[in-house]
């Protein structure tokens, strides 16, 4: 692959390699306190708060999918950014904008908590209003900051950045996931039990001022001189250029179908624990917690592996092992057991949360890690003249096809409650919703999005995937790190990358 030609400012003035090092330093800091703001407000916080005042499965579904769909928004916003003359064409300061006022419905809706009384039927969707709102700003500065990175960060680095990037962000995530876990539980009722608005308000104000730290943050990252759009070029032929690519196209498709999984998996699973197990929110904080802790930990170590084998071969490989780990969601009752801790002595913990623990720091690793993977992809199959768009047409699929899975679970976990199942699995696990909505993530991620990453064909793939697969089942081999996987490549792909059309 060819070296990175020489960046440029918007002045003309040469970025050097220093400038470039301090901007992705500056970059990393800015994304510790961007996880902190999603931590706070659309981890969990939120969904426990729409089930607190009495939303339903479909209204949390439509809730998700109102901030997919919102995902659209990125195709208008990049086309007039593309319509901007050269000189106006501040990719930093046009996504500054929407972007800091993207953070601050965050503090009505902590408003609209202090609100909420018994009964109150419209303040659910009150709260999905808010949340589309903010997703439609967040999305209308998407592409500039994606095409910003995408012209930013050294190729050949690029996976080692982004892991490295992800390890630091997660001590933010956990950060925050811990503060968040435990204003909930501190903030109680004491009649009911249940979380006080004023925690919920708490969570949610806090979060918006460290959301809007990121963005201030954010501008002290270099930008690079944006490649121009060739004059005259037909808005409809601009729209349709990323998806003519065939691999570009394939890649949007599998990670729509990723999209789809992820909206089912997290939220509506902790809805699950939350109504047939003795969990508390610290609990969920805690397994929330170590699920960015295994993120933390793989990070870095899975971005340099990408930067041996190639992102399409390590996604693949974690399409095929990261759905193994829901199989823990079919071990679990509502039993306690007690652990003999020295210092502390004898604690009590739910059998249902000491099952996801190991499960949950699994799955953090290897799910995480399919997002960075996506990053560097998208910057190799897509061209930089009008990456903008390729990015906006991208992240648009991307969430119309996820939208399907918000509604899909929420549909489902509403016909299981109108219609309990008293099955029991083997292990004494009662038969519910989820383990419907782990079925159907296991075909979309199996059957969809697997075979579609493996027909993709990038310029820095360095082992073929069947390969690498073999070497990592061997045995023998077992013991050895996956960062020595490594073959020689063909002839075809040692040709430097080529340009896109």
Same mark, same amino acid.
């Not at 949340?131 to 050949?156: C, E, Q, T």
């Not at 949950?360 to 997002?371: K, T």
């Not at 409650?417 to 008293?422: G, K, L, M, T």
């Given at each position: ?9 918007? *002045? ?54 109102? %901030? ?19 000189? %106006? ?28 009384? !018994? ?6 969707? @009150? ?45 933010? @995530? /956990?950060?925050?996931?811990? /503060? ?33 730290? +990121? ?31 065939? +691999? &570009?196209? %394939? ?31 610290? *609990? ?61 002595? +004898? ?10 623990? &190991? ?16 990053? %560097? ?42 219609? !309990?199942?008293?099955?029991? &699995? ?8 989820? *383990? #419907? ?7 979309? /991620?199996?059957?969809?999005? /697997? ?17 690498? #697969? ?5 045995? &023998? ?25």
């Amino acid at each position: 692959m060819p070296s990175q030609p020489e960046l440029l400012d918007l *002045h003309s003035r040469p970025i050097t390699e220093l400038d470039i090092q301090r901007s992705l330093r500056v970059n990393i800091v800015a994304g510790f306190f961007g996880t902190l703001w999603m931590a706070m407000t659309i981890n969990y916080s939120l969904t426990l708060f729409m089930e607190a005042i009495g939303a339903s499965g479909v209204m949390i579904g439509l809730m998700m999918t109102a %901030r997919q769909i919102m995902v659209t928004v990125q195709i208008p916003s990049a086309l007039i950014f593309e319509n901007l003359p050269e000189h %106006r064409g501040s990719r930093k300061r046009r996504w500054s904008i929407p972007a800091l006022a993207h953070r601050l419905p965050w503090l009505i809706i902590a408003g609209l908590a202090l609100c909420w009384k !018994p009964g109150a039927s419209w303040l659910p969707w @009150a709260v999905i209003v808010i949340v589309g709102l903010s997703d439609l700003l967040a999305n209308a500065s998407a592409p500039m900051w994606y095409s910003w990175m995408a012209d930013l960060i050294p190729h050949k680095t690029a996976g080692a950045f982004w892991g490295r990037r992800q390890s630091i962000a997660t001590i933010g @995530a /956990l950060l925050g996931m811990a /503060l968040a876990g435990f204003l909930l539980d501190r903030f109680r009722v004491p009649a009911t039990g249940k979380t006080s608005a004023l925690g919920f308000a708490l969570v949610f104000s806090i979060g918006a001022v460290w959301g809007a730290s +990121d963005i201030l943050i954010h501008l002290k990252v270099k930008e690079p001189r944006r490649t121009p759009i060739a004059p005259g070029t037909a808005i409809a032929k601009r729209l349709l250029a990323p998806l003519l690519n065939r +691999d &570009f196209l %394939r890649l949007t498709l599998a990670m729509g179908a990723v999209a789809a999984s992820m909206s089912m998996l997290g939220p509506f699973g902790l809805i699950y624990l939350k109504r047939n197990y003795p969990v508390t929110y610290t *609990h969920i904080a805690a397994l929330s917690i170590i699920g960015s802790l295994g993120a933390a930990c793989a990070s870095f170590s899975m971005g340099k592996l990408m930067d041996r084998i190639g992102p399409r071969v390590l996604c693949a490989i974690l399409l095929v092992v990261a759905p193994l780990t829901s199989a823990s969601w079919f071990f679990i009752n509502t039993s306690y057991v007690t652990l003999h801790l020295p210092w502390i002595g +004898d604690w009590s913990v739910p059998q249902a949360v000491l099952n996801q623990a &190991f499960a949950s720091f699994l799955g953090g690793a290897l799910y995480s890690a399919i997002f960075p993977c996506q990053l %560097r992809l998208t910057a190799l199959l897509s061209n930089t003249s009008g990456r903008t768009m390729a990015m906006a047409v991208h992240w648009s699929v991307i969430g119309i096809v996820g939208s399907f899975g918000s509604i899909l679970g929420g549909t489902i976990m509403d016909w299981f409650s109108a219609h !309990p199942q008293h099955y029991l &699995f083997p292990s004494g696990t009662s038969f519910s919703f989820y *383990h #419907v909505i782990l079925g159907v993530l296991a075909l979309l /991620l199996w059957g969809v999005s /697997l075979p579609l990453i493996l027909s993709i064909r990038t310029p820095v793939d360095r082992a073929p995937f069947g390969k690498t #697969v073999a070497r990592i089942i061997n045995p &023998f081999n077992v013991i050895r790190s996956l960062a020595s996987l490594r073959w020689p490549v063909d002839e075809e792909e040692e040709e430097d990358e080529p340009t896109r059309k």
